[in-house]
Every structure is written in structure tokens, then in C-alpha cells.
């Protein structure tokens, strides 16, 4: 198994909000307001408790996940149920649709002694459904069902998680990276690519061996619901306001990333970044395993910027910045999360070596687009929020005009005001939020407005001069105008590639 494109729709904490399940009613949902955190009732996960063969199971959300998970357990022999509240919903064969309504039908917990949460819906309101009409089921997500499964099939893999507001697909595909350079076979996916459960009905499908370990990155949604699954390296890359939308205050949030931890086993590693604002808080909730720090200086660390650069382990092992081909300080501090998690998992330096050597990234983080009467065009899509874009572009080598705007996510956006003053040539606003973005300009670079992306490229190019570029990073998420930001980011780039020669 392997890590897939990534550019699905189940692909990312961005693109999982798309799904299209949605709440039951009103009374049930303001009955749990808030979400699960930390303080969650554990969910069962113990291998030996699963009889799928006997059980009824409901699967809320038809979106990959949800319908791997389905697809999984009639696979086992369940009795499936898929409900989605959009009436076109996919159902794969041998599951029972419940499809159309707003809320789940009471008649779909009839018999449920198992329910299955897709990342992309709001947990709290379907568990006091299943509270109400099937008290005595079973709740998992797709990923803690998958990894129950996994276990209970193969026995305990070597795990690592990963999460962070940002960095995490990166610092997955590139774990996943140094453990293939020390010649093992690793899943990798989740929240990235494809999800564990549809990774899993393959295996079991073919026959073919269980993989070496399982990589995976998990959104703050999949968090939500992980339950106790053994975990040998477990880590939060850093806590910025995202998905304010979904949790009442940024400490809920960061309690349900802190939910990585939970399996974590007495010799496994825990992994943080010193300098992040949250590290006490998550500290604090590490429990069993060993924390090692990232960029401190009795940690893993940064050496440099200069000749020489390195970036080194606790321990002795250091590897040459330069061997890592993408730019920037946060990507060589997801190197020094990737590398840890690797060396924890046997692989030796010489392989990380390669690992590093051949990573060239993942697309739509700052990916160069094209030149054109001097202006470089880049494609920052997965931007999707303030921090990331921050990551990207404050240091950047040449003056930028910034494409922004989108689906807003609650965050303050006044750091891009100050980010477009030390090196901004303009802004131009699109999407629903434009309005909100329009002002950030004032009295500080010159801004416009465009109605679709064709416009803001047409608008971005006659704004930048020679050595200037145009980057699209719109600190906010696609839906607005875009299925995912995949397609945002393949627009642009189309655009771009459309331009004529000469301006
Ligand atoms: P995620 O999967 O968490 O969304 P990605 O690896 O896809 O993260 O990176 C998305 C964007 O986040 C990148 O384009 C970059 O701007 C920013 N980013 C990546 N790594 C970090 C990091 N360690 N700290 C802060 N920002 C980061």
C-alpha cells in the first residue's frame, strides 16, 4: 500500500469539512453543543471485542471515508446501513442506503449495535442521535474502526501519528519517505490520501501482506474519535486558530489534538515543538512515552541559517540542510519530526540520507507555476489558513502580489496585513470572504477585487512588475468557489499556463 494523490476529497482537515452529511435535528444538536475533546467518553477499540460478523452497523457520511468504512464491514459480514443527507449519495454494493433526509431517520438505529462517524461530520450531533435510539452501540471513526481492525488482523504494527494544524501532510508523505529509503513498506494516508479503511479492505481483499507500518496523518476530526489505538510515535506539529468554526475556543481544539497521545505506549516518543505557544498545554497531556522537543537545544535541532546548515538528532545523528530540497525553516522542522519518527522506527541514517535527498514535496505548498516577463507565479493552495500562509511567504526571497480570500475560518487575519507592508507589492481579494480580506491593503499596498479566479489572475499579473511574483495563498478554504483546494490550485495554475507570453 502506498500513499495516494493527494488531491482527493478526503485528503486533508480543509477538504474533510466538504462532506455532505449533515446534522440531525435541531433539538438533538443544540442537546451536545459542544464537540468532543479530550474529555470524551473512550470509545471502544479492543480487538477482542469486535464481532462484525454479527453486527448491525450505520455509517454516518458517504464520502470516502465513510464509504471505505461501510464497504470494510460488509466485507467482515455486518449489516450495513449508509446514511448521507445528500439523495445522490454513492452507496457501495451490499450496504443498505439511508439516504435524502435531513436528520437520520430514528429506523436507521434499529438493530445498531455499531456506529461509524466519517471525519467530515460534526460528531456531537450524531452520538446524541445514537444516544437517543441505540444507547447500546458501539461509536468509532473510520480511523479507530480501521486501526481496531488492523490490530485485530495483523497484530500491533509500528504506528505513527501525526498532527498539527500545519505541516501535517508533509511531514506524513515524508516520514513515509525515510521509512521506504530504510526498505520497509509503509501505508500512508489517513487523513492524507487514502483513508486506512479503504487501504485495509485491499489487503484483506488480495491476501497481500500487512504493511511494515502505518503513517498517518489525522485530522483534528479523526482526533475526535481515535480511542486507545497503540501508537509508537505520536506527535503535534504546532497549534495555530484554525477550524474555529467547528470548536467553541482554541483550547478545545488543542485538547482534541492532544488526543494523539492517548495510545501512545510506555517506550514510544512523543514529539513537539519547543517554540509553539501550546507546548505547555500539550505537554501536559502526553502521558506514557518519551518527549523529545523539536528546534531546542537540548532537543532535535535547527543549525544555521549559514554554511553548513544541519539539521541534528539527540543522540548525534545530523544531516545537511541541503540534502532537503524544500525550502523554508517550518519544512526543516517537519524534517526533524519525519527524522525522528524514522530513526525511532530502526531506519538508519544513511537511508534517512536518501529519504531527505529525494523529497521534493508535496503539490500546492508554494509550488512553482511559471515565469513571465519576469514574474514568478506560485501556487500556495493548501494555504488554508493565516499561519500557513505566514510560513510560506514571510522571508520570501522577492516582493509578492498575494492572491487571498476563500471560505473564511475565524481566524484574525490582521498578521497578513503586516506580512503584505514588509513585503507585499498588492493584494487582490476573491472569494466570499474578499470583503474581509479588501481592507488589509488599506494605506498599506494597493488591493482590488476579483469575482472569479480567471480575473484575480489577470488582475495579479498586471500588478506584478519584473523580479516580483504572484502567489496564490488564500488563508482561507476552497468551498466556496472549489470542490477542495486541489482544484483551487489546478485552476490557477491553468490560469497562469494561459497567459500570453508578453503582457
Ligand atoms: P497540512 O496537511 O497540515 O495542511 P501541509 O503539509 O499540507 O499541512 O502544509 C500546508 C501549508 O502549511 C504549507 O504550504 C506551509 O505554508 C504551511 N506549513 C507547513 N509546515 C509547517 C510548519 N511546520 N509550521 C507552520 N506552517 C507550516
Known amino acids: ?154 497484530g500491533r504494527l509500528p504506528t505513527v501519528l501525526i498532527t498539527g494544524t500545519n505541516g501535517k501532510s508533509t511531514v506524513t508523505a515524508l516520514t513515509g519517505a525515510l521509512l521506504a529509503a530504510g526498505g520497509l513498506k509503509p501505508f500512508v494516508g489517513g487523513n492524507l490520501g487514502v483513508p486506512l479503511a479503504a487501504a485495509l479492505l485491499d489487503l484483506l481483499r488480495t491476501g497481500a501482506p ?23 510515535v505520536a506527535m503535534v506539529l504546532n497549534i495555530t486558530p484554525d477550524h474555529l468554526d467547528r470548536y467553541p475556543t482554541l483550547d478545545d481544539y ?61 543522540g548525534g545523528d545530523s544531516f545537511p540542510r541541503a540534502a532537503l530540497p524544500i525550502p523554508g525553516r517550518h519544512n526543516s522542522k517537519n524534517a526533524l519530526f519525519a527524522l525522528l519518527a524514522a530513526r525511532h522506527l530502526g531506519v538508519d541514517p544513511a537511508a ?48 509578492f502580489v498575494l492572491i487571498a480570500g476563500g471560505r473564511a475560518k475565524g481566524d484574525d487575519l490582521t498578521p497578513l496585513r503586516e506580512l503584505l507592508r514588509r513585503s507585499g507589492r498588492a493584494l487582490v481579494a476573491i472569494g466570499e470572504s474578499a470583503d474581509s480580506f479588501y481592507p488589509l491593503a488599506d494605506g498599506v499596498v494597493p488591493a482590488r477585487r476579483a469575482s472569479t479566479m480567471a480575473e484575480a489572475v489577470e488582475v495579479a499579473a498586471a500588478l506584478a512588475g519584473p523580479g516580483d511574483a504572484v502567489v496564490l495563498s488564500p488563508a482561507c478554504a476552497s468551498y466556496d468557489w472549489f470542490k477542495n483546494y486541489g482544484e483551487r490550485g489546478d485552476t490557477f495554475a491553468r490560469l497562469v499556463r494561459a497567459l500570453p507570453a508578453e503582457k
Request: one cysteine or more; a negative charge.
Open 352 to 399: 534517512c540520507l536518501r529519504g531527505l535527498e529525494g523529497f521534493h514535496g508535496l503539490p500546492h505548498r508554494m509550488t512553482f507555476v511559471r515565469e513571465r516577463a519576469g514574474v514568478r507565479f506560485y501556487d500556495d493552495s493548501k494555504a488554508t489558513n493565516v499561519a500557513s500562509v505566514l510560513a510560506s511567504l514571510d522571508g520570501f526571497d522577492r516582493p
Open 210 to 232: 500487512a504493511p511494515d507500518a502505518l503513517v498517518l496523518e489525522c485530522s483534528s476530526f479523526q482526533l475526535e474519535t481515535l480511542g486507545h489505538a497503540a501508537t509508537d
Open 254 to 314: 488543542a485538547a482534541t489534538k492532544a488526543r494523539v497521545f492517548t495510545g501512545l505506549h510506555t517506550g514510544g516518543l512523543a514529539l513537539l515543538d519547543a517554540g509553539d505557544g501550546w507546548t505547555a498545554f500539550l505537554r501536559a497531556r502526553v502521558g506514557a512515552g518519551r518527549l523529545v522537543l523539536v528546534d531546542d537545544p537540548d532537543g532535535a535541532r535547527i543549525v544555521g541559517p549559514g554554511p553548513g546548515d544541519s539539521l541534528d538528532l539527540p
Open 1 to 154: 500500500m502506498t500513499a495516494a494523490n493527494n488531491s482527493s476529497p478526503s485528503d486533508s482537515a480543509d477538504a474533510s469539512l466538504s462532506a455532505s452529511a449533515v446534522a440531525v435535528s435541531p433539538s438533538t444538536a443544540s442537546a451536545a453543543a459542544s464537540p468532543a475533546t479530550a474529555d470524551s467518553p473512550t470509545l471502544s477499540d479492543t480487538p477482542s471485542d469486535l464481532d462484525f460478523a454479527r453486527s448491525t452497523a450505520l455509517v454516518i457520511g458517504a464520502g470516502a471515508s465513510g464509504r471505505a468504512a461501510a464497504e470494510l464491514l460488509v466485507f467482515l459480514g455486518a449489516r450495513v446501513r449508509l446514511y448521507d443527507q445528500n439523495p445522490g449519495a454513492t452507496v457501495p454494493e451490499g450496504v443498505e442506503p439511508v439516504l435524502g433526509a435531513a436528520d437520520v431517520p430514528a429506523g436507521a438505529f434499529a438493530g445498531v449495535d455499531l456506529m461509524v462517524l466519517s471525519p467530515g461530520v460534526p460528531p456531537e450531533r450524531f452520538r446524541a442521535a445514537q444516544q437517543q435510539f441505540a444507547p447500546q452501540a458501539r461509536v468509532h471513526g473510520e480511523m479507530s474502526l480501521s486501526l481496531a481492525i488492523a490490530s485485530a488482523r495483523f
